[in-house]
């Protein structure tokens, strides 16, 4: 449950470069209806220009014809950064040949290579398999057929759904710990972990929705309906238990081991209170225990917490107080 990584940032930049509905996708797909191949570096920075030999300068307008046209030569073709102008064509590339890579085929190979070594996006179009392969970030992704990535698209947003709905029954068991104090760091490790499996199935749902661009207009709609707010939710679990989720896989605690939460998860069901509050009160009391045990002038202490806001914390927690109590008996 950590944030993007620059690698994800920058495949998904490039992927949405080449997503249906773009002039260089339309482009590429020309290449591959004519059965040829191609090697394309989405950048023309000093650091590209300097493992080029040969080729001529273009500087042109970039259209999708003139990208197959050009890809009739055996060199590689030299994007602007933004993919609008075609800067060189019939390139030779030198890469570092110390450079890592798991390909085998030249072009892929060279491909790999670039954009490692010049963190610039690379993608490269096999001639003979007509494999269109994207490399950015030091990843590799591999464009696939839009019909097939619909499919998969939709079979993951119903995992998301089943896994989902057993992670709202672990947020919900938590939440009623937490306000009777006896929550323990295995139920916090069941949240978190079937947490990270959510946001894993969203990242590639997201990393999908990219890929797809104008044909994902629903798939978008759908995930932001059944992932919605429980990304923020997750990560005020974390910030409740920050030891915990440091450690959550397993090591340096024991599953019975009570754990406090600070209580930031709950303080942001109360309306008009800013995370900024939130963070304050919680600083201020430490712990969720000491909090509900809080009257409201007590609350209204905390700087920024007027007594309107103190009272308004304090009926909520009350509220869920109560509505545990309740749930034991039905």
Same mark, same amino acid.
């Given at each position: 449950?950590?944030?993007?990584?620059?690698?994800?940032?920058?495949?998904?930049?490039?992927?949405a470069?080449?997503?249906?509905?773009?002039?260089?996708r339309?482009?590429?797909?020309r290449?591959?209806?004519?059965?040829?191949?191609?090697?394309?570096?989405?950048?023309?920075?000093?650091e590209?220009?300097?493992i080029?030999?040969?080729?001529?300068?273009?500087?042109a307008?970039f259209?999708?014809?003139?990208?197959?046209?050009?890809a009739?030569?055996?060199?590689a073709?030299?994007?602007?950064?933004?993919?609008?102008?075609?800067?060189?064509?019939?390139?030779?590339?030198?890469?570092?040949?110390?450079?890592?890579?798991?390909?085998?085929?030249?072009?892929?190979?060279?491909?790999?290579?670039?954009?490692?070594?010049?963190?610039?996006?690379?993608?490269?179009?096999?001639?003979?398999?007509?494999?269109?392969?994207?490399?950015?970030g030091?990843?590799?992704?591999?464009?696939?057929?839009?019909?097939?990535?619909?499919?998969?698209?939709?079979?993951?947003?119903?995992?998301?759904?089943?896994?989902?709905?057993?992670?709202?029954?672990?947020?919900?068991?938590?939440?009623?710990?937490?306000?009777?104090?006896?929550?323990?760091?295995?139920?916090?490790?069941?949240?978190?972990?079937?947490?990270?499996?959510?946001?894993?199935?969203?990242?590639?749902?997201?990393?999908?929705?990219?890929?797809?661009?104008?044909? $994902?207009?629903?798939?978008? @709609?759908q *995930?932001?309906?059944?992932?919605?707010? +429980?990304?923020? %939710? &997750?990560? !005020?679990?974390?910030?409740?238990?920050?030891?915990?989720?440091?450690?959550?896989?397993?090591?340096?605690?024991?599953?019975?081991?009570? $754990?406090?939460p600070?209580? @930031?998860? *709950?303080?942001?069901?109360?309306?008009? +209170?800013?995370? %900024? &509050?939130? !963070?304050?009160?919680?600083?201020?009391?430490?712990?969720?225990?000491?909090?509900?045990?809080?009257?409201?002038?007590?609350?209204?202490?905390?700087?920024?917490?007027?007594?309107? *806001?103190?009272?308004?914390?304090?009926?909520?927690?009350?509220? &869920?107080?109560?509505?545990?109590?309740?749930?034991?008996?039905?």
């Amino acid at each position: 449950m950590n944030p993007p990584s620059t690698a994800n940032d920058a495949l998904h930049a490039a992927l949405a470069m080449v997503a249906p509905g773009k002039p260089l996708r339309d482009g590429i797909e020309r290449v591959v209806r004519a059965k040829m191949g191609a090697l394309i570096v989405l950048s023309d920075s000093p650091e590209v220009l300097a493992i080029c030999g040969g080729g001529f300068l273009l500087d042109a307008e970039f259209s999708p014809q003139r990208l197959s046209e050009l890809a009739k030569m055996d060199g590689a073709i030299i994007l602007g950064s933004n993919a609008s102008r075609i800067a060189r064509a019939n390139v030779h590339l030198m890469p570092d040949p110390t450079v890592p890579t798991s390909e085998t085929g030249t072009r892929h190979r060279t491909a790999e290579r670039v954009a490692r070594s010049l963190q610039v996006p690379v993608i490269s179009i096999s001639e003979e398999m007509s494999v269109i392969n994207v490399y950015a970030g030091g990843l590799k992704h591999q464009l696939q057929d839009i019909g097939r990535l619909l499919d998969r698209a939709n079979q993951a947003l119903q995992t998301l759904e089943r896994y989902k709905a057993r992670l709202d029954d672990a947020l919900g068991n938590l939440t009623a710990l937490e306000v009777e104090d006896v929550v323990t760091v295995r139920d916090v490790a069941a949240v978190v972990q079937r947490g990270e499996m959510v946001r894993r199935i969203a990242a590639e749902i997201e990393t999908m929705i990219i890929e797809l661009g104008v044909d $994902a207009r629903l798939l978008r @709609l759908q *995930l932001d309906e059944v992932f919605g707010e +429980l990304e923020n %939710e &997750l990560e !005020l679990v974390l910030a409740d238990y920050p030891t915990i989720a440091d450690s959550y896989a397993g090591t340096g605690h024991d599953g019975d081991t009570s $754990a406090s939460p600070k209580g @930031l998860r *709950l303080l942001a069901r109360v309306q008009h +209170l800013s995370p %900024e &509050l939130a !963070l304050a009160v919680t600083t201020h009391f430490s712990e969720l225990a000491k909090l509900q045990r809080a009257t409201a002038s007590e609350i209204a202490v905390v700087p920024g917490i007027d007594e309107e *806001l103190a009272h308004a914390i304090k009926d909520t927690l009350n509220r &869920l107080t109560e509505t545990s109590i309740l749930d034991q008996y039905h």
